[in-house]
Nanobody, 127 residues
Framework: QLQLVESGGGLVQPGGSLRLSCAASGFTLDNYAIGWFRQAPGKEREGVSSINKYGSSTNYADSVKGRFTISRDNAKNTVYLLMNSLKPEDTAVYYC????????????????????WGQGTQVTVSS
């Protein structure tokens, strides 16, 4: 069974940090670009960060640049999203997605067809 599982979400105060993990089972991530997406209540799902299959190219939404860092460890079949200086507006359900892309992408459409998605992990930033 092909599966992505996110973990690491939770409740954190503004200014705090969390590290999300996205672990794959049933397939290897070596040939997949990975995207992190988030969806807040009443809002559309948006791309947050992405990384190519080699780990040599990354991309970030303007809203998280300088605060979030994406990385991958293909040996552990896991991708990470380190989130620093968290703000209340970062509150959302965070999803990881894998797609056999040649380059990284923040576009939902690139992962919607033929991609694999996790079930999501809740991140709440509140005092």
């Amino acid at each position: 069974q092909l599966q992505l599982v996110e973990s690491g979400g939770g409740l954190v105060q503004p200014g705090g940090s969390l590290r999300l993990s996205c672990a794959a089972s049933g397939f290897t991530l070596d040939n997949y670009a990975i995207g992190w997406f988030r969806q807040a209540p009443g809002k559309e799902r948006e791309g947050v960060s992405s990384i190519n299959k080699y780990g040599s190219s990354t991309n970030y939404a303007d809203s998280v640049k300088g605060r979030f860092t994406i990385s991958r460890d293909n040996a552990k079949n896991t991708v990470y999203l380190l989130m620093n200086s968290l703000k209340p507006e970062d509150t959302a359900v965070y999803y990881c997605a894998a797609a056999p892309l040649r380059a990284e992408s923040l576009w939902y459409s690139d992962y919607a067809s033929g991609g694999h998605w996790g079930q999501g992990t809740q991140v709440t930033v509140s005092s």
